[in-house]
């Protein structure tokens, strides 16, 4: 008796494999201005950024301050309107930068989220086929004494993801 090839199934690192080829081919359709911001969102959100900018804020603050005590005209005088309008213009472009770094990671989110669920669509169906071959062998094996079982026959069932969306849509809705 010849069997036909039995399709593999894919392995804890063959997984692995599909998310870090998702995350690199992620990576290589990015375009330069998308891989310097990301390298720039690094830098930005790393803590010695925090610390340098803190101690850059802080020693404008007080050289002018010292400036104006030692008799000098500062650069800046209190109430330091020219430290207030840098920081605002950085913030917006920090904003900015932020906000088209966090649409780019989005995107790969989107990517392994749809992932996921592929895989779990897929697992069900596998464990249902399990049940169901379960229940059938039981059923077969005449040491086994026969009996209905409701919920094993439901749990050999597939889900239906589309109703299982709508009923999240109908709770959703009963929730809001």
């Known amino acids: 008796m010849v069997q036909s090839p039995t399709p593999t199934a894919p392995d ?12 690199a081919t992620h990576h290589q359709e990015a ?6 911001l990301d390298r720039l969102t690094a830098v930005i959100g790393s803590p010695n950024f925090v610390v340098l900018l803190t101690l850059t804020i802080g020693g404008w603050i007080a050289l002018n301050s010292l400036a104006a005590l030692l008799g000098f005209r500062p650069v800046d005088p209190p ?25 780019r990671e989005d995107q790969l989110s989107d990517h392994r ?3 996921i ?27 086994i004494t026969n009996r209905i079982d409701p919920e094993a026959a439901a749990m050999s069932m597939p889900s239906d993801p589309e109703a299982v969306l709508e009923a999240i849509k109908e709770l959703r809705d009963d929730v809001v």
């Open 117 to 143: 669920l592929e895989l779990s669509i897929s697992n069900d169906q596998k464990i249902a086929k399990i049940i169901g071959l379960l229940e059938e062998a039981r059923r077969d094996n005449p040491a």
């Open 31 to 36: 375009s330069q201005l998308q891989l310097r």
């Open 79 to 103: 109430p330091f309107l020219d430290l207030q309008a840098v920081t605002t213009v950085v913030s917006l472009l920090m904003v900015a930068h932020i906000l088209a770094s966090q649409r």
């Open 113 to 115: 989220d749809h992932l």
């Open 12 to 23: 804890a690192a063959g997984v692995a494999r599909t998310t870090a080829h998702l995350r």
